[in-house]
């Protein structure tokens, strides 16, 4: 996982929603983890999963204006911005 993240959501054919979390720089292996649905605690809940110290070397994460994604970033990410 890199410095410079991207968050965002979407939704598929079938209409089930998603959270897609991947590396800024979109090269292959720029997908860190796809998680279905896109409600904050439930997203909140598997990132935590990831290590502290990992999750701390983010630096950056672009997301949209989706308000969840925020809090996503802000419980997630303690060194983003």
Known sequence: MGQHL???ETVF??????TILTNAKGKKGALITMIKGTKADTVIKILHKMPL?????VKEVTLDMAGNMGLIVKKSF????
């Open 6 to 8: 991207s968050l965002n």
């Open 13 to 18: 054919s079938n209409g089930d929603l998603y």
């Open 53 to 57: 110290k990992i999750r701390k070397q």
């Open 78 to 81: 303690p060194n983003a911005v």
